[in-house]
Antibody, heavy 118, light 111 residues
Framework: QVQLQESGPGLVKPSETLSLTCTVS?????????WGWIRQPPGKGLEWIGS???????YYNPSLKSRVTISVDTSKNQFSLKLSSVTAADTAVYYC???????????WGQGTLVTVSS | NFMLTQPHSVSESPGKTVTISCTRS????????VQWYQQRPGSAPTTVIY?????PSGVPDRFSGSIDSSSNSASLTISGLKTEDEADYYC??????????FGTGTKVTVL
């Protein structure tokens, strides 16, 4: 059974870089699939941030592309998100998920709330 | 670029049927698969329909999905409504230029 778990600071200062890691258990990232990040501002809808393949190939939401870097560490079975120059608008619950057949996301991690505030 | 627009909310009594629409603003709804996710309060989304009309194992057959090219929309139908179905539902599709796009979300209330 594949499980994902997000980890990282819950509070980030404006203009700094948000960094999160997703640890995958029950499946080896090296075996395949894309792996993605999605976020949800409080009380709002879902927004895809970007996805990465185990080889390191990435694709990003065009609206966030200039600030996003997603990387993978197959030795730790983890992939990570960095979002630079954050503002209050980046406050959200951040989810990681497996990206299946370039179509859908399943399963999802439980999510982690990141607040941008000084 | 395109958007996926859903009704803000729908409500119905237990045992009844609700249908949630997901209308694509431009481009064909049939050009890429549509998925549907259920999100209960305080929880992560889970998949109830993938690839337009496929149900993951464990999802009851009360949930069904369809595509209507004439209205350029997808629909999620929940029959035999139960109180446990009360949640937010999001459609999602893909576009080569935009990546993954989620719908605006619909709150389902079981009266």
């Amino acid at each position: 059974q594949v499980q994902l778990q997000e980890s990282g600071p819950g509070l980030v200062k404006p203009s700094e870089t948000l960094s999160l890691t997703c640890t995958v258990s029950g499946y080896s990232i090296s075996s395949g699939y894309y792996w993605g990040w999605i976020r949800q501002p409080p009380g709002k809808g879902l927004e895809w941030i970007g996805s990465i393949y185990h080889s390191g190939s990435t694709y990003y939401n065009p609206s966030l592309k200039s600030r996003v870097t997603i990387s993978v560490d197959t030795s730790k079975n983890q992939f990570s998100l960095k979002l630079s120059s954050v503002t209050a608008a980046d406050t959200a619950v951040y989810y990681c998920a497996r990206n299946i057949a370039a179509n859908w996301f399943d399963p999802w991690g439980q999510g982690t709330l990141v607040t941008v505030s000084s | 670029n395109f958007m996926l627009t859903q009704p803000h909310s729908v409500s119905e009594s237990p045992g009844k049927t609700v249908t949630i629409s997901c209308t694509r603003s431009s481009g064909s709804i049939a050009s890429n698969y549509v998925q549907w996710y259920q999100q209960r309060p305080g929880s992560a989304p889970t998949t109830v329909i993938y690839e337009d009309n496929q149900r993951p194992s464990g999802v009851p057959d009360r949930f069904s999905g369809s595509i209507d090219s004439s209205s350029n929309s997808a629909s999620l139908t929940i029959s035999g409504l139960k109180t446990e179905d009360e949640a937010d539902y999001y459609c999602q599709s893909y576009d080569s230029s935009m990546g993954y796009v989620f719908g605006t979300g619909t709150k389902v209330t079981v009266l």
